[in-house]
């Protein structure tokens, strides 16, 4: 079984069903990227696999796991980690605050996990004592991946990480990815920038209205003339 598969999700909000039969799949240290265009269902994904939206049909299992019933909280416990599409920071409190505040369930030493996040991301260091929405995007996100990184996950969620940031902060937060990847991490992201995205992808999605409509390799992805045409703009 993969280290996390989501399997069969039907649900949405209210009555009213986004996602159908919407399966998601990743294995250990893999980038995976859910694709598609606007209302999709990717967000909605995102929150059905981290337990912030009712699933009535389909399970979720973590390493094994079948965690369908379990709170985020509990999720987090487990070892998800979530970054939001939207208001993924405390504005208002420094960024070594909002780093604290992402490590709310520990009990043990975190100093050592936050000196990691700050050779992760030199600049946070450098900016320790500043108000988190005093920074630029590319430096918001980073605040907001780091934060996620607090509860030491072993499965690191994003909703469009590279949101509102220029091609160059974009590839520099894709590295960064990368490396997080790279230290044996699974990577679940949703991404507007399908071809970049896919192009470090080892496995994608493409989801419209809610189901899955291609599943491959990044690669494959990217060489697939029907995906390209449709949803990589040629
Ligand atoms: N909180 C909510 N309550 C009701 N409907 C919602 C809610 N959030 C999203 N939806 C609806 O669910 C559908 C999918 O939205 P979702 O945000 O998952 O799409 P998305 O693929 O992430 O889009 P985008 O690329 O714009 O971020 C849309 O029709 C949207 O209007
Ligand atoms: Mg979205």
Known sequence: MSFLLAQGMTGGYGSVDILH???????????????????????????????MLNIHTGNVFLDGEDITKLSPQDRVAKGMAFVPQTNNVFPSMSVEQNLEMGAFLRRDDINKTIEEVYSLFPILGDKRKQN??????????????????????????????????????????????????????????????????????????????GRNRFTDTGQALMNDPEVRKSFLGG
């Not at 998601?24 to 909605?44: C, L, M, Q, R, Y």
């Not at 690191?156 to 044996?184: H, K, N, Q, W, Y």
């Open 21 to 51: 039969d919407c399966t998601i799949a990743v294995e250990k240290g893999e980038i995976a990227v859910i694709v598609g265009p606007n209302g999709a269902g990717k967000s909605t994904a995102m929150k059905a696999v981290f337990g």
């Open 132 to 209: 988190a929405g005093e920074l630029s995007g590319g430096q918001r996100q980073q605040v907001a991946v780091g934060r996620a990184l607090m509860t030491q996950p072993k499965l690191l969620m994003l909703d469009e990480p590279t949101a509102g940031v220029s091609p160059i902060v974009m590839d520099e937060l894709f590295d960064l990815i990368i490396d997080i990847a790279r230290t044996g991490l699974s990577i679940l992201m949703v991404e507007q920038n399908a071809r970049q995205a896919l192009n470090i992808a080892d496995k994608g999605y493409v989801l419209v209205q």
